[in-house]
Nanobody
């Protein structure tokens, strides 16, 4: 399994920006960001397939969030702009052991490594 440590969460006003970071112990082909708010299931936000050079976004964040990966720093980032109150959640970094030719899975059940989570709160 991959060791993952998130950072960068916090309190921000509506329309503001935050950048989350996820330091990983070693690289898997698929790295993703998920979020979970009270009473809701964990949902996928964005993922990146490093071997294919592709990224994937949930419709609710497309155009506002950007996922990127710096292998020299063993870090995955989630740049979040134009934040909304509904973005409030605990954000988790995760890794999935997919083949180099496979897309990142959407479901969290396919991810076998998880960070501890970082809280993002968007106030109106």
């Amino acid at each position: 399994q991959v060791q993952l440590v998130e950072s960068g969460g916090g309190l921000v006003q509506v329309g503001g920006s935050l950048r989350l970071s996820c330091a990983f112990s070693h690289r898997l082909n698929c790295m993703g960001w998920f979020r979970q708010s009270p009473g809701k299931e964990r949902e996928g936000v964005a993922s990146i397939q490093d071997a294919l050079g592709r990224s994937y976004y949930d419709a609710s964040v497309k155009g506002r969030f950007t996922i990127s990966q710096d292998n020299a720093k063993n870090t995955v980032y989630l740049e979040m702009n134009s934040l909304k109150p509904e973005d409030t959640a605990i954000y988790y970094c995760a890794a999935a052991p997919v083949s180099s030719s496979s897309a990142c899975p959407a479901s969290p059940i396919h991810y076998n490594s998880w960070g501890q989570g970082t809280q993002v709160t968007v106030s109106s």
